[in-house]
């Protein structure tokens, strides 16, 4: 997982999203706050209810949710499902979310014609690398270098099925960075939904509405300003829907943000297209995958991308701060 902050909640700031707060106090619903490490960061949960008991209860449902998901996408935690995947090349008996979360990441992989690939995890370990060493080249890693990475992408060569997964090819290496927030933040609404919760916003980095805010209005949401720091850009009026932000500004691997963790697969470079990309979807798992897609995407070709996922949208940000709106 990244190690942006995240949150699940009523107000709060996350990577290119930020909650406008105070709405809930000011209608009199009790708000409860956990603080503490989720997702391998720092951060803070917010549940409106009635009954400040049941809101502990369901909170703390949610972190059981989002540990046990963690076991099976992190790639820091030596023992989850998916380090032991890159680590041997092959998992037998896989646990069924990583299945699941595999062959819907290799769904979009085809669907956007490979913008979406999740082997592009070799490339992060050649430009995390490169960085970290003491006098690294400004210029980025050698052609030669980033060639042979480039030449383990390829999300056809991934085997999933449910007893098995494994690679076609020595060296390659999964990473769910760009969907697993979105899938997590899935299920935990889910678990809140099971839990009998109609109006619910989470937030884990990416956002999903469920309902409506307690008031009878839409979710407001605000647009981080990719430029300016603290600054919204815009909001967003949501219910019944899901909000993902894709920003290499975000986590650059240089001092000059020239590379960051953003990867186009077609040539192993970092992805320059646009500045940040939000997407507005059904889902969390949808909008946080196509928002990695769009982001090493021109112009023409994302509205083609988007075209083919219905009830979706897009906000794409130059590096100028004009923005392209994109509405399937």
């Given at each position: 997982?990244?190690?942006?902050?995240?949150?699940?909640g009523?107000?709060?700031?996350?990577?290119?999203?930020?909650?406008l707060?105070?709405?809930?106090?000011?209608?009199?619903?009790?708000?409860?706050?956990?603080?503490?490490?989720?997702?391998?960061?720092?951060?803070?949960?917010?549940?409106?209810?009635?009954?400040?008991?049941?809101?502990?209860?369901?909170?703390?449902?949610?972190?059981?949710?989002?540990a046990?998901?963690?076991r099976?996408?992190s790639?820091?935690?030596?023992?989850?499902?998916?380090?032991?995947?890159?680590?041997?090349?092959?998992?037998?008996?896989?646990?069924?979310d990583?299945?699941?979360?595999?062959?819907?990441?290799?769904?979009?992989?085809?669907?956007?014609?490979?913008?979406?690939?999740p082997?592009?995890?070799?490339?992060w370990?050649?430009?995390?690398?490169?960085?970290?060493?003491?006098?690294?080249?400004?210029?980025?890693?050698?052609?030669?270098?980033?060639r042979?990475?480039?030449?383990?992408?390829?999300?056809?060569?991934?085997?999933?099925?449910?007893?098995?997964?494994?690679?076609?090819?020595?060296?390659?290496?999964?990473?769910?960075?760009?969907?697993?927030?979105?899938y997590?933040?899935?299920?935990?609404?889910?678990r809140?939904?099971?839990?009998?919760?109609?109006?619910?916003?989470?937030d884990?980095?990416?956002?999903?509405?469920?309902?409506?805010?307690?008031?009878?209005?839409p979710?407001?949401?605000?647009?981080?300003?990719?430029?300016?720091?603290?600054?919204?850009?815009?909001?967003?009026?949501?219910?019944?829907?899901?909000?993902?932000?894709?920003?290499?500004?975000?986590?650059?691997?240089?001092?000059?943000?020239?590379f960051?963790?953003?990867?186009?697969?077609?040539?192993?470079?970092?992805?320059?297209?646009?500045?940040?990309?939000?997407?507005?979807?059904?889902?969390a798992?949808?909008?946080?995958?196509?928002?990695?897609?769009?982001?090493?995407?021109?112009?023409a070709?994302?509205?083609v991308?988007?075209?083919?996922?219905?009830?979706t949208?897009?906000?794409?940000?130059r590096?100028?701060?004009?923005?392209?709106?994109?509405?399937?």
């Amino acid at each position: 997982m990244t190690t942006r902050r995240r949150f699940l909640g009523i107000a709060a700031t996350a990577a290119g999203l930020a909650l406008l707060p105070g709405g809930l106090r000011a209608a009199g619903v009790p708000v409860r706050t956990w603080r503490g490490v989720a997702l391998g960061a720092d951060s803070v949960l917010q549940l409106a209810h009635p009954d400040p008991a049941e809101a502990d209860r369901l909170i703390a449902l949610c972190l059981e949710e989002v540990a046990r998901l963690e076991r099976v996408f992190s790639l820091y935690q030596t023992d989850s499902a998916l380090a032991r995947l890159n680590r041997d090349g092959v998992l037998d008996a896989p646990p069924a979310d990583l299945v699941r979360l595999l062959s819907e990441a290799a769904a979009f992989s085809r669907r956007t014609d490979g913008a979406f690939d999740p082997t592009v995890q070799p490339l992060w370990q050649l430009y995390a690398g490169h960085f970290a060493r003491p006098g690294a080249d400004p210029a980025g890693p050698p052609e030669a270098v980033l060639r042979a990475a480039r030449d383990l992408v390829d999300h056809r060569k991934l085997r999933v099925e449910p007893g098995r997964v494994a690679f076609a090819g020595r060296g390659m290496a999964v990473t769910l960075n760009g969907i697993a927030q979105g899938y997590v933040t899935d299920r935990v609404s889910e678990r809140l939904r099971a839990e009998g919760m109609t109006d619910v916003l989470v937030d884990l980095g990416e956002i999903r509405a469920l309902g409506h805010h307690p008031s009878g209005r839409p979710w407001s949401v605000g647009l981080a300003d990719p430029l300016v720091d603290g600054r919204n850009a815009g909001t967003l009026e949501i219910a019944d829907r899901a909000v993902a932000t894709s920003g290499g500004y975000g986590t650059p691997f240089d001092p000059a943000g020239r590379f960051t963790h953003l990867f186009d697969p077609a040539t192993g470079g970092c992805a320059q297209e646009w500045l940040a990309v939000t997407v507005l979807a059904p889902d969390a798992t949808t909008a946080d995958a196509l928002s990695t897609a769009l982001s090493v995407a021109p112009e023409a070709r994302a509205a083609v991308l988007l075209d083919r996922f219905p009830g979706t949208a897009a906000r794409l940000t130059r590096h100028d701060g004009s923005v392209l709106a994109l509405r399937a």
